[in-house]
């Protein structure tokens, strides 16, 4: 079945500092978005992209949507320490509505 | 807006038992998705449901697990004679359509466990 790569699965960073995460599938998909989750609760949507080489932003968020369908990159900068949380991408085909899901990156971010 | 409701947030089950998992969609939104998330674990979809409808169960086990989404009220995820591996959290989504371009908001989850 489909599958999406995240790694490192833990990433640790200094506050202030900018990362970026990538996520890999060896699949075509047609939307891809990003969510974060905090312990004990739900996934948020972060950002949604729809269209190959599409770079959207939301606050000091960025991602983009790979030329060949097959990944994506999110950025986060000036990191704060609300950022903590587990990072997960999550890629939608053409031709369902399912959602594929990869096993997420915990970041940590000191003070 | 209320978001994605999920209830209850804590369910304790003995094995052999049933466990229901109740859902209410966002305002608005007509379809919902179940999905199962395992520790240190990505989500990984179940079903997928308008109302009164099944229109995706690919990621459905075979037995003891089903859905509904009627017309008046809550989408239900049903286990019956639940087993330890059912330990779990469920993850609830709604959207307004589906397809593309209809971004899946999540509840904050059920988590299971199984005595």
Redesign the interface.
Known sequence: GQQLNQSPQSMFIQEGEDVSMNCTSSSIFNTWLWYKQDPGEGPVLLIALYKAGELTSNGRLTAQFGITRKDSFLNISASIPSDVGIYFCAGQSKANSKLTFGKGITLSVRP | NAG?M?NPRHLVRRRGQEARLRCSPMKGHS?V?W?RQLP??????MV?LQKENI??E??MPKERFSAEFPKEGPSILRIQQVVRGDSAAY?C?S?PS????????????TRLSIL
Do not use: N, R
């Open positions: 994605v999920q379809h998705y999905y240190e674990e990505g989500l990984k979809f997928y229109i995706d690919s990621g993850f989504a959207s589906g397809g593309q371009g209809q971004p899946q908001h999540f509840g904050d989850g």
